[in-house]
């Protein structure tokens, strides 16, 4: 059998769904003009195209030593889940010295610090080991990471000493806690503080509930909820005046499929919550035995993120080793995906670096490793 990845012909982008127009505020990065062809963009790694549902990953603890009175535990088979504010220009740290991986400013709206998209990765814990180590693993293994990926299932634990303050380099963080108590304003102090608390030199991307959908499907919260909770929560970080502190919604890739009957404006809080676009985006062949082609894959949420305006980057992305490829053919797919994705210049792409019920994405052997890690040190 080859090790190569199956022929898959190329798909043009899906027609971007019809959105809300952003609202502008004053002083937003992500407004200043952007040339046809080098759109930024920011992406979280979401769920295939064409219909495939990887695995849920196993509960990430919290750094938390207790959360809110009344707070719930994250919904049962939920993902492990971590968005902004003003723009490069208005940056009032622009002379501090960027930390391994940051990116920094960008003057005049382009890629921070210079370099394109920062390839990253979720960290998985193997037992017994602490985050820091299992960072450091991941460094060695497909590094060094330009950015990491965190997840706390709860509100998030103070930020000194947390996962993402150990990261120290640009980090996409994820946090949850009941919509409804949050639009209520329940939460407001404890998000307050540690919104003021995220340094001003570091590029931080936060993110409400990521992957909302499953939960809103099911009657865990309504859309209506979910979008109030946001709109909240971005009038929060925005008084942090963090300049790197940005609002980053995460969304399933599949949501943009017509056959998943979901609509994307029940999930969209407004332009004016919503400093960038993460997307949750995997191989969509992988369960099928092939490697699909990156333009298919990525190319509708690259539609969508485009059609409002929004910079993007991929939160979680990841393959199966299809049988038979002894990781040659998957380490192609991921050399095919880099040339691709760094044409279309995402913020940054987060390797999802876990083994689930439904399948092991972890890069395990040589030829995956290599690939992941030669787009790190590009």
């Known amino acids: 059998m080859s090790t ?29 003009p952007v040339a046809a062809g080098a759109v930024v963009l920011s992406a979280t790694v979401a769920l295939a195209t064409n219909g495939d549902l990887p695995g849920r990953p196993a509960t990430v603890a919290s750094d938390a030593a207790s959360h809110d009175a009344g707070l719930g535990p994250a919904a049962p088979g939920a993902r492990p889940t971590p968005s902004g504010s003003q723009g490069f220009g208005s940056n009032p740290d622009r002379s501090a010295s960027p930390s391994p991986g940051t990116s920094g400013d960008a003057p005049g709206g382009g890629f921070p610090g210079g370099r394109a998209t920062l390839p990253g990765a979720s960290i998985h814990l193997l037992a017994g080991e602490s985050f820091s180590a299992a960072l450091a ?112 919604l995460i969304l399933m ?3 943009l499929n017509p056959r998943s009957g979901r609509t994307f404006e029940h999930y969209w809080p407004g ?43 991929l939160a979680e992305t990841g393959s199966l ?16 995906m880099s040339r691709y994705l760094n044409d279309q210049r995402p913020l940054w792409v987060a390797y999802y670096d876990y083994q689930v019920p439904d399948g092991d994405f972890r890069l395990t052997d040589a030829p995956s490793r290599e690939a992941w890690r030669a787009w790190c040190a590009a």
């Open 137 to 248: 693993r991941s460094d060695r293994a497909y590094g060094p990471l330009r950015m990491v990926r965190v997840f706390y299932p709860g509100l998030p634990p103070a930020w000194r000493d947390s996962r993402a303050d150990v990261a120290d380099r640009t980090v996409v963080v994820s946090f949850k806690a009941a919509p409804a108590e949050v639009a209520a304003g329940r939460h407001d102090s404890r998000l307050a503080a540690w919104f003021a608390s995220v340094p001003r030199d570091l590029d931080v991307y936060w993110s409400y509930f990521h992957e909302p959908e499953d939960d809103i499907a099911r009657g865990a919260y309504t859309s209506a909820q979910y979008r109030a909770a946001w709109q909240r929560l971005a009038r929060l970080a925005d008084r942090a005046g963090n300049a790197r502190l940005r609002s980053t």
């Open 321 to 336: 080793r299809i049988p038979g490829d002894t990781g040659a053919g998957r380490a192609a797919w991921i050399r095919t």
């Open 4 to 32: 190569g990845p199956t022929a898959v012909p190329a798909l043009a982008p899906a027609p971007a769904e019809p959105g809300p127009p952003p609202r502008r505020r004053p002083g937003r990065w992500w407004l200043l």
């Open 253 to 255: 890739c599949w949501t």
């Open 271 to 313: 332009g004016d919550a919503v400093d960038v676009l993460g997307w949750d985006c995997y191989n969509s062949g992988g369960k099928y035995g092939r490697y699909t082609a990156p333009e298919q894959v990525f190319g509708p949420m690259i539609a969508k993120s485009r059609a409002l305006g929004k910079p993007w980057g």
